[in-house]
């Protein structure tokens, strides 16, 4: 299975967007799925999860201005982000975990805030 991430690029502060991440693959079964990012500089930190059972975790720099979901037609997880800063600049993944434990990543999309 391959993901692919569209939908990033230059946003102005307070902007925002909506990342997508294809799977190549449809008729698996999703347990876990999730949006990472990397800073340059930082090691890859997790900023949103969405697990089967309808929890979902968003970690505290992103709460209140993210929504991740998922369009099961299509075979497509979303994260949609508000009021973007200038620290929310980074390469984003996608994360795929199935209900096997096989963990799929996108290969990044680059999201850049700045005026």
């Known amino acids: 299975v391959q993901l692919a991430e569209s939908g990033g690029g230059l946003v102005q502060p307070g902007g925002s967007l909506r990342l997508s991440c294809a799977a190549s693959?449809?008729?698996?079964?999703?347990?876990?799925m999730g949006w990472y990012r990397q800073a340059p500089g930082k090691t890859r930190e997790l900023v949103a999860r969405s697990f089967r059972g309808g929890q979902i975790l968003y970690v505290e720099p992103v709460k209140g201005r993210s929504a991740i979901s998922m369009n099961n037609n299509k075979n497509t997880v979303y994260l949609e982000m508000n009021r973007l800063r200038p620290d929310d600049t980074a390469v984003y993944f996608c994360n795929i975990e199935d209900t096997t434990g096989r963990q799929f990543w996108g290969r990044g999309i680059q999201v850049t805030v700045s005026s």
């Open positions: 693959e449809r008729g698996f079964s999703i347990s876990v």
